[in-house]
């Protein structure tokens, strides 16, 4: 009889009063709750992401990045630190060769690209893009605000959303130098402020979620002589048809299975989930419903799908949900955890 897998939870909080930015929790996936770990000092962590191999996790922090080994019992190993030369970013990735690692920028509208050393660590920066423009000015959207860095499958080009400018710019990537060029924009709506973004595996399609105008737009992708093509296939709304406003779209992940893609609202307050074609890359909405929790920064389903945990920012909790995937139903399952600030999850399977 197969083992059963076993997973921990990472979840990045911001750090007024404590110092540990990173919480690690035991996942009881069976009854879909968690139960405390470990927590690793370092200073607001805006976002963690771990690399494609499975081996290490990178996190923001005031000061930078700083990378951390993953040891088989889920724990967090220190590995180093690097600079990004600029403000707290938002949002961190890797290439798929795990030799850059990407930051996006919110409050200085800055792509910084740095190398990673081969015992996962960060090491010199390589290339620094600073957004320029001018949008709508109007409130917070009258500037740069790089707020997600993603490569494309074929780990060709990296993908920066610029909720400020309304577009996701579209950069080749120099895998010897670590540079970037431009090279193609998807543009968004005037004003709907794409926020995250994601890829299917298989390299097919993007899903950007756009922060202020509720909806996901998904996009079909390929390279043809040697440039990137953007078609836009689908536009899908994250609230319900009742929605009356004051809303701003936040989440985006997808299930392990990558059989639905989860979203979230704040001001609404709910989760939204879709199931994914995956032959024409379209969503179907399957519910969008209350989360019993103040601006869900972050959701994700649980590996086995069958639970769902909020993280409710502005209220400072996780609240835990049964879900029914077929019925479009989630239930409040047990009472909420408190956690200060929390900003983002991620699931990983462990082997010990």
Known sequence: MAAKKKYVAYVSTYTMGDSHGIKIYDVDVKNGRFSDKGEVEITNSSYVT??????????????????????EDGNLEPVNHGTINGMRGCYLSTDYAENFLFVAGYHDGKITVLRLKKNGGVGEITDEIYLKGMGSVAERNFRPHASCVKMTRDNHYLMAADLGMDHVDVYRLDHKTGKLKLVDVIRSEIDSAPRHIKMTKDGKFVYIVHEMKNYIDVYSYKEEDGNPYFTKIQNISTLNDYHAGGSAASALNFSMDEKYLISSNA??????????????????????????????????????????????????????????????????????????????????????
Do not use: Q, R, W
């Open 50 to 71: 771990i690399s494609h191999n499975e081996k290490f996790l990178y996190a923001i922090t005031d000061f930078g990045v700083d990378a951390f080994k993953i040891l």
């Open 267 to 352: 001001g609404d307050n709910s989760a939204v989930a879709y199931e994914i074609n995956h032959k024409t890359g379209e969503l179907k909405k399957l519910f969008c419903l209350p989360v019993s929790g103040d601006y869900p920064k972050d959701v994700a389903l649980f590996p086995d799908n069958k639970h769902l945990v909020s993280l409710n920012h502005e209220s400072g909790t996780m609240t835990f949900f049964h879900t029914d995937m077929e019925k479009g139903l989630i239930v409040m399952n047990g009472k909420e955890m408190k956690i200060a600030s929390p900003n983002c999850i991620i699931f990983h399977e462990i082997t010990k």
